[in-house]
């Protein structure tokens, strides 16, 4: 009977169990805090007022029909027992009212206050070795089963309908600690909304581990609404550039900013006049609509009930990182285009102000060391998202209240490599880089961005480049600065938060001579960063609207090494042609080919033919006409050029020879002249061979005694039926006392048809009386001369 009593209360309860399962349907399991681990009470603390929340988080819910369901666990399925140090307060606020706020601990230990007795949220499991300094350090999760209380019910306290509720986690003294805190409802979360804090676990200065160095602080950890704070030392200490005060401990608490607040209200007369604040869409202003998020980050360093951003651990380097994590609407940066002037682009920032700044003018907390930098500066180094926004900065300290933005106008920088050819190519391995960064100057804009009358444009402060393989550009990440990066500083110093304007923003201009170890292709990457901190980035969204950040690059091609051409081929090979040797006769047909090559830029030019550059690294055959239209000599040059500027080249002389011509020459003058008289020399050249001669040239070089007065020359072409004088066929000059007649071309003389050049040349006899004057001229021309024994003629006169 007894065996059959049981079965029937197993029975019953199993039937109870599944009931109340289905009636609350799907729970949501809400993280409200991670665990915080056992340590001292800050100094101070105790019942009543000087009770201390170090945990606080208000919740938006939903909440359906009777029944409720909402239980508070450390484990997401609402099994877990709690752990708290020493209460749990609940408030909850309806449209009706607020109630609470009400330790909601059940079943732990209990305190004597003010106010009675109050149960706390653990027990003597806990009380006792944490009492005796065994627990300090550890972390709550591992002992929540025996030093916890059962879940805590809070389902009677909700009501349905959207209601507020708030958790708050309270230290009355001696120790201070937390398991991991859900909430496990059938109410669906509509977002949260501050002000909350989280508290974080202490840094020790010897061996921080891990979980020390990087603490996050989720105020918000539903799907579509997270909003998560995180403080990155790991990379400080691992740069061994980070002072930690033993025992320092973050806290970070937050609160909610209402967008169409933000432009007049917190950054007017800044560069960031123009910006919006970034919507998280899991905080929510108290009239429920989203709203942007204010966290501030501050430190105490063990029991102190001190809080501040100068606190937290120092570092060397600006290597600090905070980071934002956020689920929240899409947006888009675009450019902002000058009449008649250039494009400046926009990014996302992440503004650094003093704790406890509610807008406006700033000034840094001199503790902090940040006392003369302009306020708020702009820590922003890497955005992406979304799916999760996740925006990072870095700093070397917090101080310590950080605002999410986008829409910041950047700095526009220009690089100039000085010699660069088209395709980024240059034949040098130690170039000059010039830069120009200009701050962005809205006053032209129209129409008008809103905030632009209050916009003030911060001075540029330096511009940073480095250089890498193309292959390999590093990306911005919240670890920068690079170390191998160059930092170009403006020599016009920073105002300061009390002068903002002085000195006025203006162009900043540098140059810096690189060098690279080898030939190869490199970009540059660059960042100009002003005084209030936004550093020039490359904000990228795809076509799924998801953001990426990298640096703005330019490319540098290094290429030292000269191209080459290979050996001039001719289609014929020059011969011996009226008796010249190594020629090619008039009007010859000849080809001449060759190719190009070049390993690294790739060719431009090779001989006549062209090539984009970094296109062409081997040419190929490439044949062109060799010239022999005209006779002489003359060389056939093959110039090549590569994408960088080295070049080289192949050539072949030659000469082209015309038929050969037997040219004549007679030249006559008086016997006898006076001295002082004028007389004249008759010359003529003929052409006795077959082919007409071309260029044909007189050549008179007159002697001493005689002054030239005058020269006159024609070409006469006589037949049977007569005479005839071709016009403007022939002219004479004179110069350093040498006559010279010359004549295009000069037709073969034969029996019945004579072709002459006649030529004149008058003269003063200024030689003494008894000198015989002796004057020799001579003809040439472009042709061989079968005859050349006959192409000179003497004449000679007595002065008498």
């Known amino acids: ?51 201390v929340v170090f945990n606080s988080s208000t919740l938006a819910l939903n909440c359906g029909s009777s029944p409720i369901r909402a239980v508070l666990s450390s484990t997401p399925d609402g099994t877990g027992n709690v752990l708290a140090d020493n209460f749990v307060n609940l408030t909850v606020t309806t449209s009706s009212g607020s109630s609470g706020p009400v330790n909601v601990c059940r079943g732990g230990s209990s305190d004597s206050t003010p106010d009675g007795i109050q149960l706390d949220c653990f027990t003597p499991g806990y009380q006792i070795p944490a009492g005796q300094g065994n627990l300090t350090g550890q972390n709550p999760d591992t002992f929540t089963s025996t030093g916890g209380v059962a879940p805590i019910d809070i389902s009677s306290s909700l009501q349905p309908g959207s209601i507020q509720i ?72 691992g740069a061994g550039s980070l002072a930690i005060t033993d025992g320092t401990i973050p806290n970070t608490a937050d609160l909610p900013i209402d967008p169409l607040s933000f432009q007049p209200v917190w950054v007017p007369g800044t560069s960031f006049a123009t910006s919006s604040c970034l919507i998280h869409t899991g905080e929510l202003l108290p009239n429920g609509q989203p709203a942007c998020k204010l966290f501030t980050l501050e430190c105490q360093v063990g029991a102190s009930s001190s809080e501040s951003g100068a606190f937290c651990p120092l570092s060397k380097l600006r290597n600090e990182i905070f980071e934002d994590i956020f689920d929240g609407p899409s947006f888009t940066l675009p450019d902002i285009t000058l009449p008649n002037g250039p494009t ?45 926004y996740a925006l990072s900065g870095t700093g070397d300290h917090p101080n310590s ?77 919240p670890k920068l600065p690079i170390a191998t990066d160059t930092v170009l500083t403006n020599s016009v110093s920073c105002p300061t938060s009390a002068a903002p304007t002085t000195p006025a923003a203006s162009v900043f201009t540098a140059s810096s001579q690189i060098s690279f170890p080898t030939d190869g292709q490199y970009l540059l990457h660059y960042f100009a960063q002003d005084c209030a901190g936004t550093e020039e980035l490359k904000f990228t969204q795809d076509a799924n609207f998801s953001w990426s950040t990298s640096f703005y690059t330019v490319p540098i091609n290094i290429d030292t090494v000269a191209p080459t051409v290979s050996s001039l081929k001719f289609s014929l090979a020059p011969s011996t042609n009226s008796g010249v040797a190594n020629s090619y006769t008039l009007g010859e047909q000849v080809t001449v080919t060759y190719s190009c090559k070049d390993d690294r830029s790739g060719i431009v030019t090779c001989g006549t033919a062209t090539f984009a550059p970094g296109t062409t690294l081997n040419t190929g055959p490439i044949t062109n006409t060799v010239d022999t239209s005209s006779p002489g000599i003359k060389t056939f040059l093959a110039n090549v050029v590569d994408a960088a500027g080295n070049h080289t080249s192949a050539s072949a002389t030659y000469q082209v020879v015309a038929p050969a011509v037997n040219l004549v020459i007679a030249k006559v003058a008086p016997l006898l002249v006076r001295h002082n008289d004028s007389f004249t020399y008759d010359i003529a050249a003929a052409n006795l061979g077959d082919t007409t001669a071309s260029k044909v040239v007189v050549t008179d070089p007159l002697p001493a ?55 004149q040349i008058v003269v003063r006899a200024d030689a003494s009386k008894g000198t015989v004057i002796k004057n020799t001229a001579s003809v040439s021309s472009a042709n061989p001369d079968s005859h050349p024994g006959n192409n000179q003629s003497t004449a000679s006169t007595l002065v008498r």
């Open 1 to 51: 009977m007894k065996s059959v009593s049981f079965l029937r209360i197993i029975v019953a309860v199993a039937c109870t169990v599944t009931a109340t399962s289905n009636m609350y349907a799907q729970t949501n399991s809400i993280l409200l805090f991670g665990p915080t681990n056992v340590r001292q009470s800050t100094n101070g603390t105790g019942f009543g007022a000087n009770q």
């Open 166 to 237: 708030k958790i708050d986690l309270v230290d009355t003294g001696s120790f201070l600690a937390s398991s991991t805190l859900y909430l496990d409802t059938s109410c669906t979360q509509a977002g949260v909304t501050g002000p909350a804090k989280v508290t974080g676990n202490p840094i020790p200065q010897n061996n921080p581990p891990a979980s020390a160095l990087t603490q996050n602080f989720p105020f918000d950890s539903s799907t579509n609404q997270q909003v998560q704070f995180t403080y990155d030392l790991s990379v400080a200490q």
């Open 344 to 388: 400046f682009h926009q990014g996302v920032g992440f503004l650094m102000a003093k704790e406890g700044w509610t807008g406006g003018p700033c000034i840094f907390d001199p503790a902090a060391g940040l006392g003369t930098e302009l306020c708020p500066q702009n820590l922003l180094t890497d955005f992406s998202g979304p799916g999760l």
């Open 401 to 477: 209240t950080f605002i999410p933005v986008a829409g910041v106008p950047e700095d526009l920088t220009t690089v100039t490599v000085e010699g660069q050819h088209p395709g980024g190519w240059i034949n040098s391995q130690t170039p000059t880089v010039d830069f120009s960064s200009q701050p962005p100057d809205l006053s032209t804009l129209v129409p008008a961005l809103p905030g632009q009358s209050s916009f003030v444009p911060a001075p540029i402060q330096s511009i940073t480049y480095g250089t890498a393989l193309a292959s390999a550009v590093p990306q911005p990440s």
């Open 705 to 759: 005694g005689v002054t030239f007065l005058s020269a006159t020359a024609q070409v006469f072409a006589c037949d049977l039926r007569g005479c005839t004088i071709p016009s403007a066929n022939a002219h004479c000059s004179f110069a350093s006392n040498t006559v010279s007649c010359d004549a295009n071309t000069l037709a073969p003389s034969k029996l019945l048809r004579f072709s002459a050049l006649v030529i």
